[in-house]
Nanobody, 115 residues
Framework: QVQLVESGGGLVQAGGSLRLSCAAS????????TNWYRQAPGKEREFVAS????????TYAESGKGRFTISRDNARTTVSLQMNSLKPEDTAIYFC????????WGQGTQVTVSS
């Protein structure tokens, strides 16, 4: 079993930056790719970024390309999401997801970008 805890959310002005972290417990974390999703009020949860288990392959939603960077440190069992040039439309709860077939989810961290 893997438990995921997100942190790093907050209130930031448009154009600012935030770094989200997903801390994982469980020795099998490095066996799985990890994803970030987000959900804005009244909207469906959407994919943001993913990283392979060894960190060599990353994928981004179009909305975050060039602004977001996902990385992982398997030694510290942490996956981070660096978000730059934030926009009000990035406002959402951000969730970390990992495990076999994406079985595990964190509780989410709120990101609010003011205009």
């Amino acid at each position: 079993q893997v438990q995921l805890v997100e942190s790093g959310g907050g209130l930031v002005q448009a154009g600012g930056s935030l770094r989200l972290s997903c801390a994982a417990s469980g020795r099998t974390f490095s066996n799985y790719g990890t994803n970030w999703y987000r959900q804005a009020p009244g909207k469906e949860r959407e994919f943001v970024a993913s990283i392979s288990q060894n960190g060599e392959i990353t994928t981004y939603a179009e909305s975050g390309k060039g602004r977001f960077t996902i990385s992982r440190d398997n030694a510290r069992t942490t996956v981070s999401l660096q978000m730059n040039s934030l926009k009000p439309e990035d406002t959402a709860i951000y969730f970390c997801n990992s495990g076999p077939r994406g079985a595990y989810w964190g509780q989410g961290t709120q990101v609010t970008v003011s205009s």
